[in-house]
């Protein structure tokens, strides 16, 4: 395996913004990760020219790749400061909030729709092959949103759908383990990965790249661009829908799948009680404001029955969520029991709606799975959205 040093012997012959020095002796490089052949790093660059420096990255990419031992590289662009004495990151342009009587028919979150609607540019392009792609969201973790992002997923095959699943829960990748799948992907041709199945469904996580107990310390930048490659550098091939399991809150993550990639839409799940509700209501608040459409809400853990007395007990509350979707003026889902069969099966990477497909928690998520893809064809019928516009409020 090569060293830290070994990978800044190669990037040292990089040359950096200026085309006269290298991008190690100007202190651009940092966060260098080495585990089992794969090397993750970060190049510090400045903001407004971190597109026209893409080649840079690439060239990077490519000096460590030729390292005996090394299978993947992971490079960056960072405009955050990192280490050394490179120059400083310039701050994205932030735009006040409009003065009264300014824009006041066209609110932040419309701004991308009303200028597609007058001819103007915007299109986000997808991506080849993936006629959908869906974010399952919540605004805290621990709600069972990756759970429900698996068996959503399956679910939607079982209707008929093919389907693939996107882990972008970076520093906390489930999805590995709830489809029982283990590996490395393995190139295709030149940057682009082939992904991993399970279960029929293709899977494409983080968690294939770095072991399960490593944790995942990165920059907000690095973040962005590992979603970004792992979303476009992958060979999805044909599917009907791409689901995406994001990661809990309202940060990077998610704004990158908002700006990067057309959204057919978003699916909030959350726990009957209202401290969950006030962050799930965070969650759907932040889908409206970059103007990407609610599919709607699904309440998981709602009601426990007990096996031994047949009683119905509602642990964290009950129609919290149904409640919630009515005041918004989203669709209510449906509603997901707290079970042990549900519980136990995940771990074990056999979902229960493989296991069970017959049975009443598939037959659950099933419904759910139809409810939504209804919601995404409805959406269809209304055109292609324009990429929403972020406004930073003061």
């Given at each position: 395996m090569?060293?830290?040093?070994?990978?800044l012997?190669?990037?040292?012959?990089?040359k950096?913004?200026?085309?006269?020095?290298?991008?190690?002796s100007?202190?651009?490089?940092?966060?260098?990760?080495?585990?089992?052949?794969?090397?993750?790093?970060s190049?510090?660059?400045p903001a407004?020219?971190?597109?026209?420096l893409e080649?840079l990255?690439?060239a990077?990419?490519?000096v460590?790749?030729?390292?005996?031992?090394?299978?993947?590289v992971?490079?960056a662009?960072?405009s955050?400061?990192g280490?050394?004495?490179g120059?400083?990151?310039t701050p994205?342009?932030?735009r006040?909030a409009?003065?009264?009587?300014?824009?006041?028919?066209?609110?932040?979150?419309?701004q991308?729709?009303?200028?597609?609607?007058?001819?103007?540019?915007?299109?986000?392009?997808?991506?080849?092959g993936v006629k959908?792609?869906?974010a399952?969201?919540?605004?805290?973790?621990?709600v069972?949103?990756?759970?429900?992002?698996?068996?959503l997923?399956l679910?939607?095959?079982?209707?008929?759908?093919?389907?693939?699943?996107?882990?972008a829960?970076?520093y906390?990748?489930?999805?590995?383990?709830?489809?029982?799948?283990?590996g490395?992907?393995?190139?295709?041709s030149?940057?682009?990965?082939?992904?991993?199945?399970?279960?029929?469904i293709k899977?494409m996580s983080?968690g294939?790249?770095?072991?399960?107990?490593?944790?995942m310390?990165?920059?907000?930048p690095?973040?962005?661009?590992?979603?970004?490659?792992?979303?476009?550098?992958?060979?999805w091939g044909?599917l009907?829908v791409?689901?995406?399991?994001?990661?809990?809150?309202?940060?990077?993550?998610?704004?990158?799948?908002a700006?990067?990639?057309p959204?057919?839409?978003?699916?909030?799940?959350?726990?009957p009680?209202?401290?969950?509700?006030i962050?799930?209501r965070?969650?759907?608040?932040m889908?409206?404001?970059?103007d990407?459409p609610?599919?709607?809400?699904v309440?998981n853990?709602?009601?426990?029955?007990?096996?031994?007395?047949?009683?119905?007990?509602?642990?964290?509350?009950?129609?919290g969520?149904?409640?919630?979707?009515?005041?918004?003026?989203v669709?209510?889902?449906?509603?997901?029991?707290?079970?042990m069969?549900?519980?136990?099966t995940s771990?074990?990477?056999?979902?229960?709606?493989?296991?069970?497909?017959?049975?009443p928690?598939?037959?659950?998520?099933?419904?759910?799975?139809?409810?939504?893809?209804?919601?995404?064809?409805?959406?269809?019928?209304?055109?292609e959205?324009a990429?929403?516009?972020?406004?930073?409020?003061?």
């Amino acid at each position: 395996m090569p060293t830290r040093e070994d990978v800044l012997a190669e990037l040292a012959k990089v040359k950096g913004p200026d085309l006269k020095d290298d991008i190690v002796s100007l202190g651009l490089v940092s966060d260098v990760f080495i585990s089992e052949g794969r090397v993750i790093f970060s190049i510090t660059v400045p903001a407004e020219r971190a597109e026209e420096l893409e080649p840079l990255r690439q060239a990077a990419e490519k000096v460590v790749a030729k390292l005996p031992g090394v299978d993947k590289v992971l490079a960056a662009l960072t405009s955050e400061k990192g280490q050394g004495t490179g120059p400083a990151p310039t701050p994205p342009p932030v735009r006040p909030a409009p003065k009264t009587g300014e824009a006041a028919s066209v609110p932040p979150p419309m701004q991308g729709r009303a200028k597609a609607a007058a001819g103007g540019g915007g299109e986000k392009p997808g991506v080849p092959g993936v006629k959908a792609i869906i974010a399952v969201a919540s605004g805290k973790g621990g709600v069972g949103k990756s759970t429900t992002t698996c068996n959503l997923a399956l679910a939607l095959q079982a209707n008929g759908l093919k389907v693939g699943v996107l882990d972008a829960d970076i520093y906390g990748p489930s999805i590995p383990r709830l489809f029982r799948v283990t590996g490395r992907p393995e190139p295709v041709s030149g940057r682009i990965l082939k992904p991993l199945e399970g279960y029929g469904i293709k899977v494409m996580s983080m968690g294939f790249l770095v072991e399960e107990e490593t944790p995942m310390i990165w920059r907000g930048p690095m973040v962005i661009s590992a979603i970004t490659q792992m979303l476009r550098e992958v060979a999805w091939g044909d599917l009907d829908v791409l689901v995406v399991d994001m990661p809990p809150g309202t940060g990077d993550a998610q704004l990158t799948m908002a700006q990067n990639v057309p959204l057919a839409g978003a699916v909030i799940v959350s726990t009957p009680q209202d401290l969950a509700l006030i962050d799930a209501r965070k969650g759907l608040n932040m889908f409206r404001r970059v103007d990407v459409p609610l599919l709607g809400i699904v309440e998981n853990m709602s009601y426990f029955l007990c096996p031994d007395c047949g009683g119905r007990h509602d642990i964290f509350g009950h129609g919290g969520a149904r409640a919630e979707a009515e005041k918004l003026g989203v669709p209510f889902l449906g509603e997901v029991p707290l079970d042990m069969a549900i519980r136990e099966t995940s771990d074990a990477g056999t979902p229960v709606t493989v296991t069970d497909p017959d049975g009443p928690h598939a037959r659950v998520y099933k419904d759910i799975a139809a409810k939504v893809w209804a919601e995404v064809e409805r959406h269809k019928e209304g055109g292609e959205r324009a990429a929403p516009k972020i406004v930073f409020e003061s």
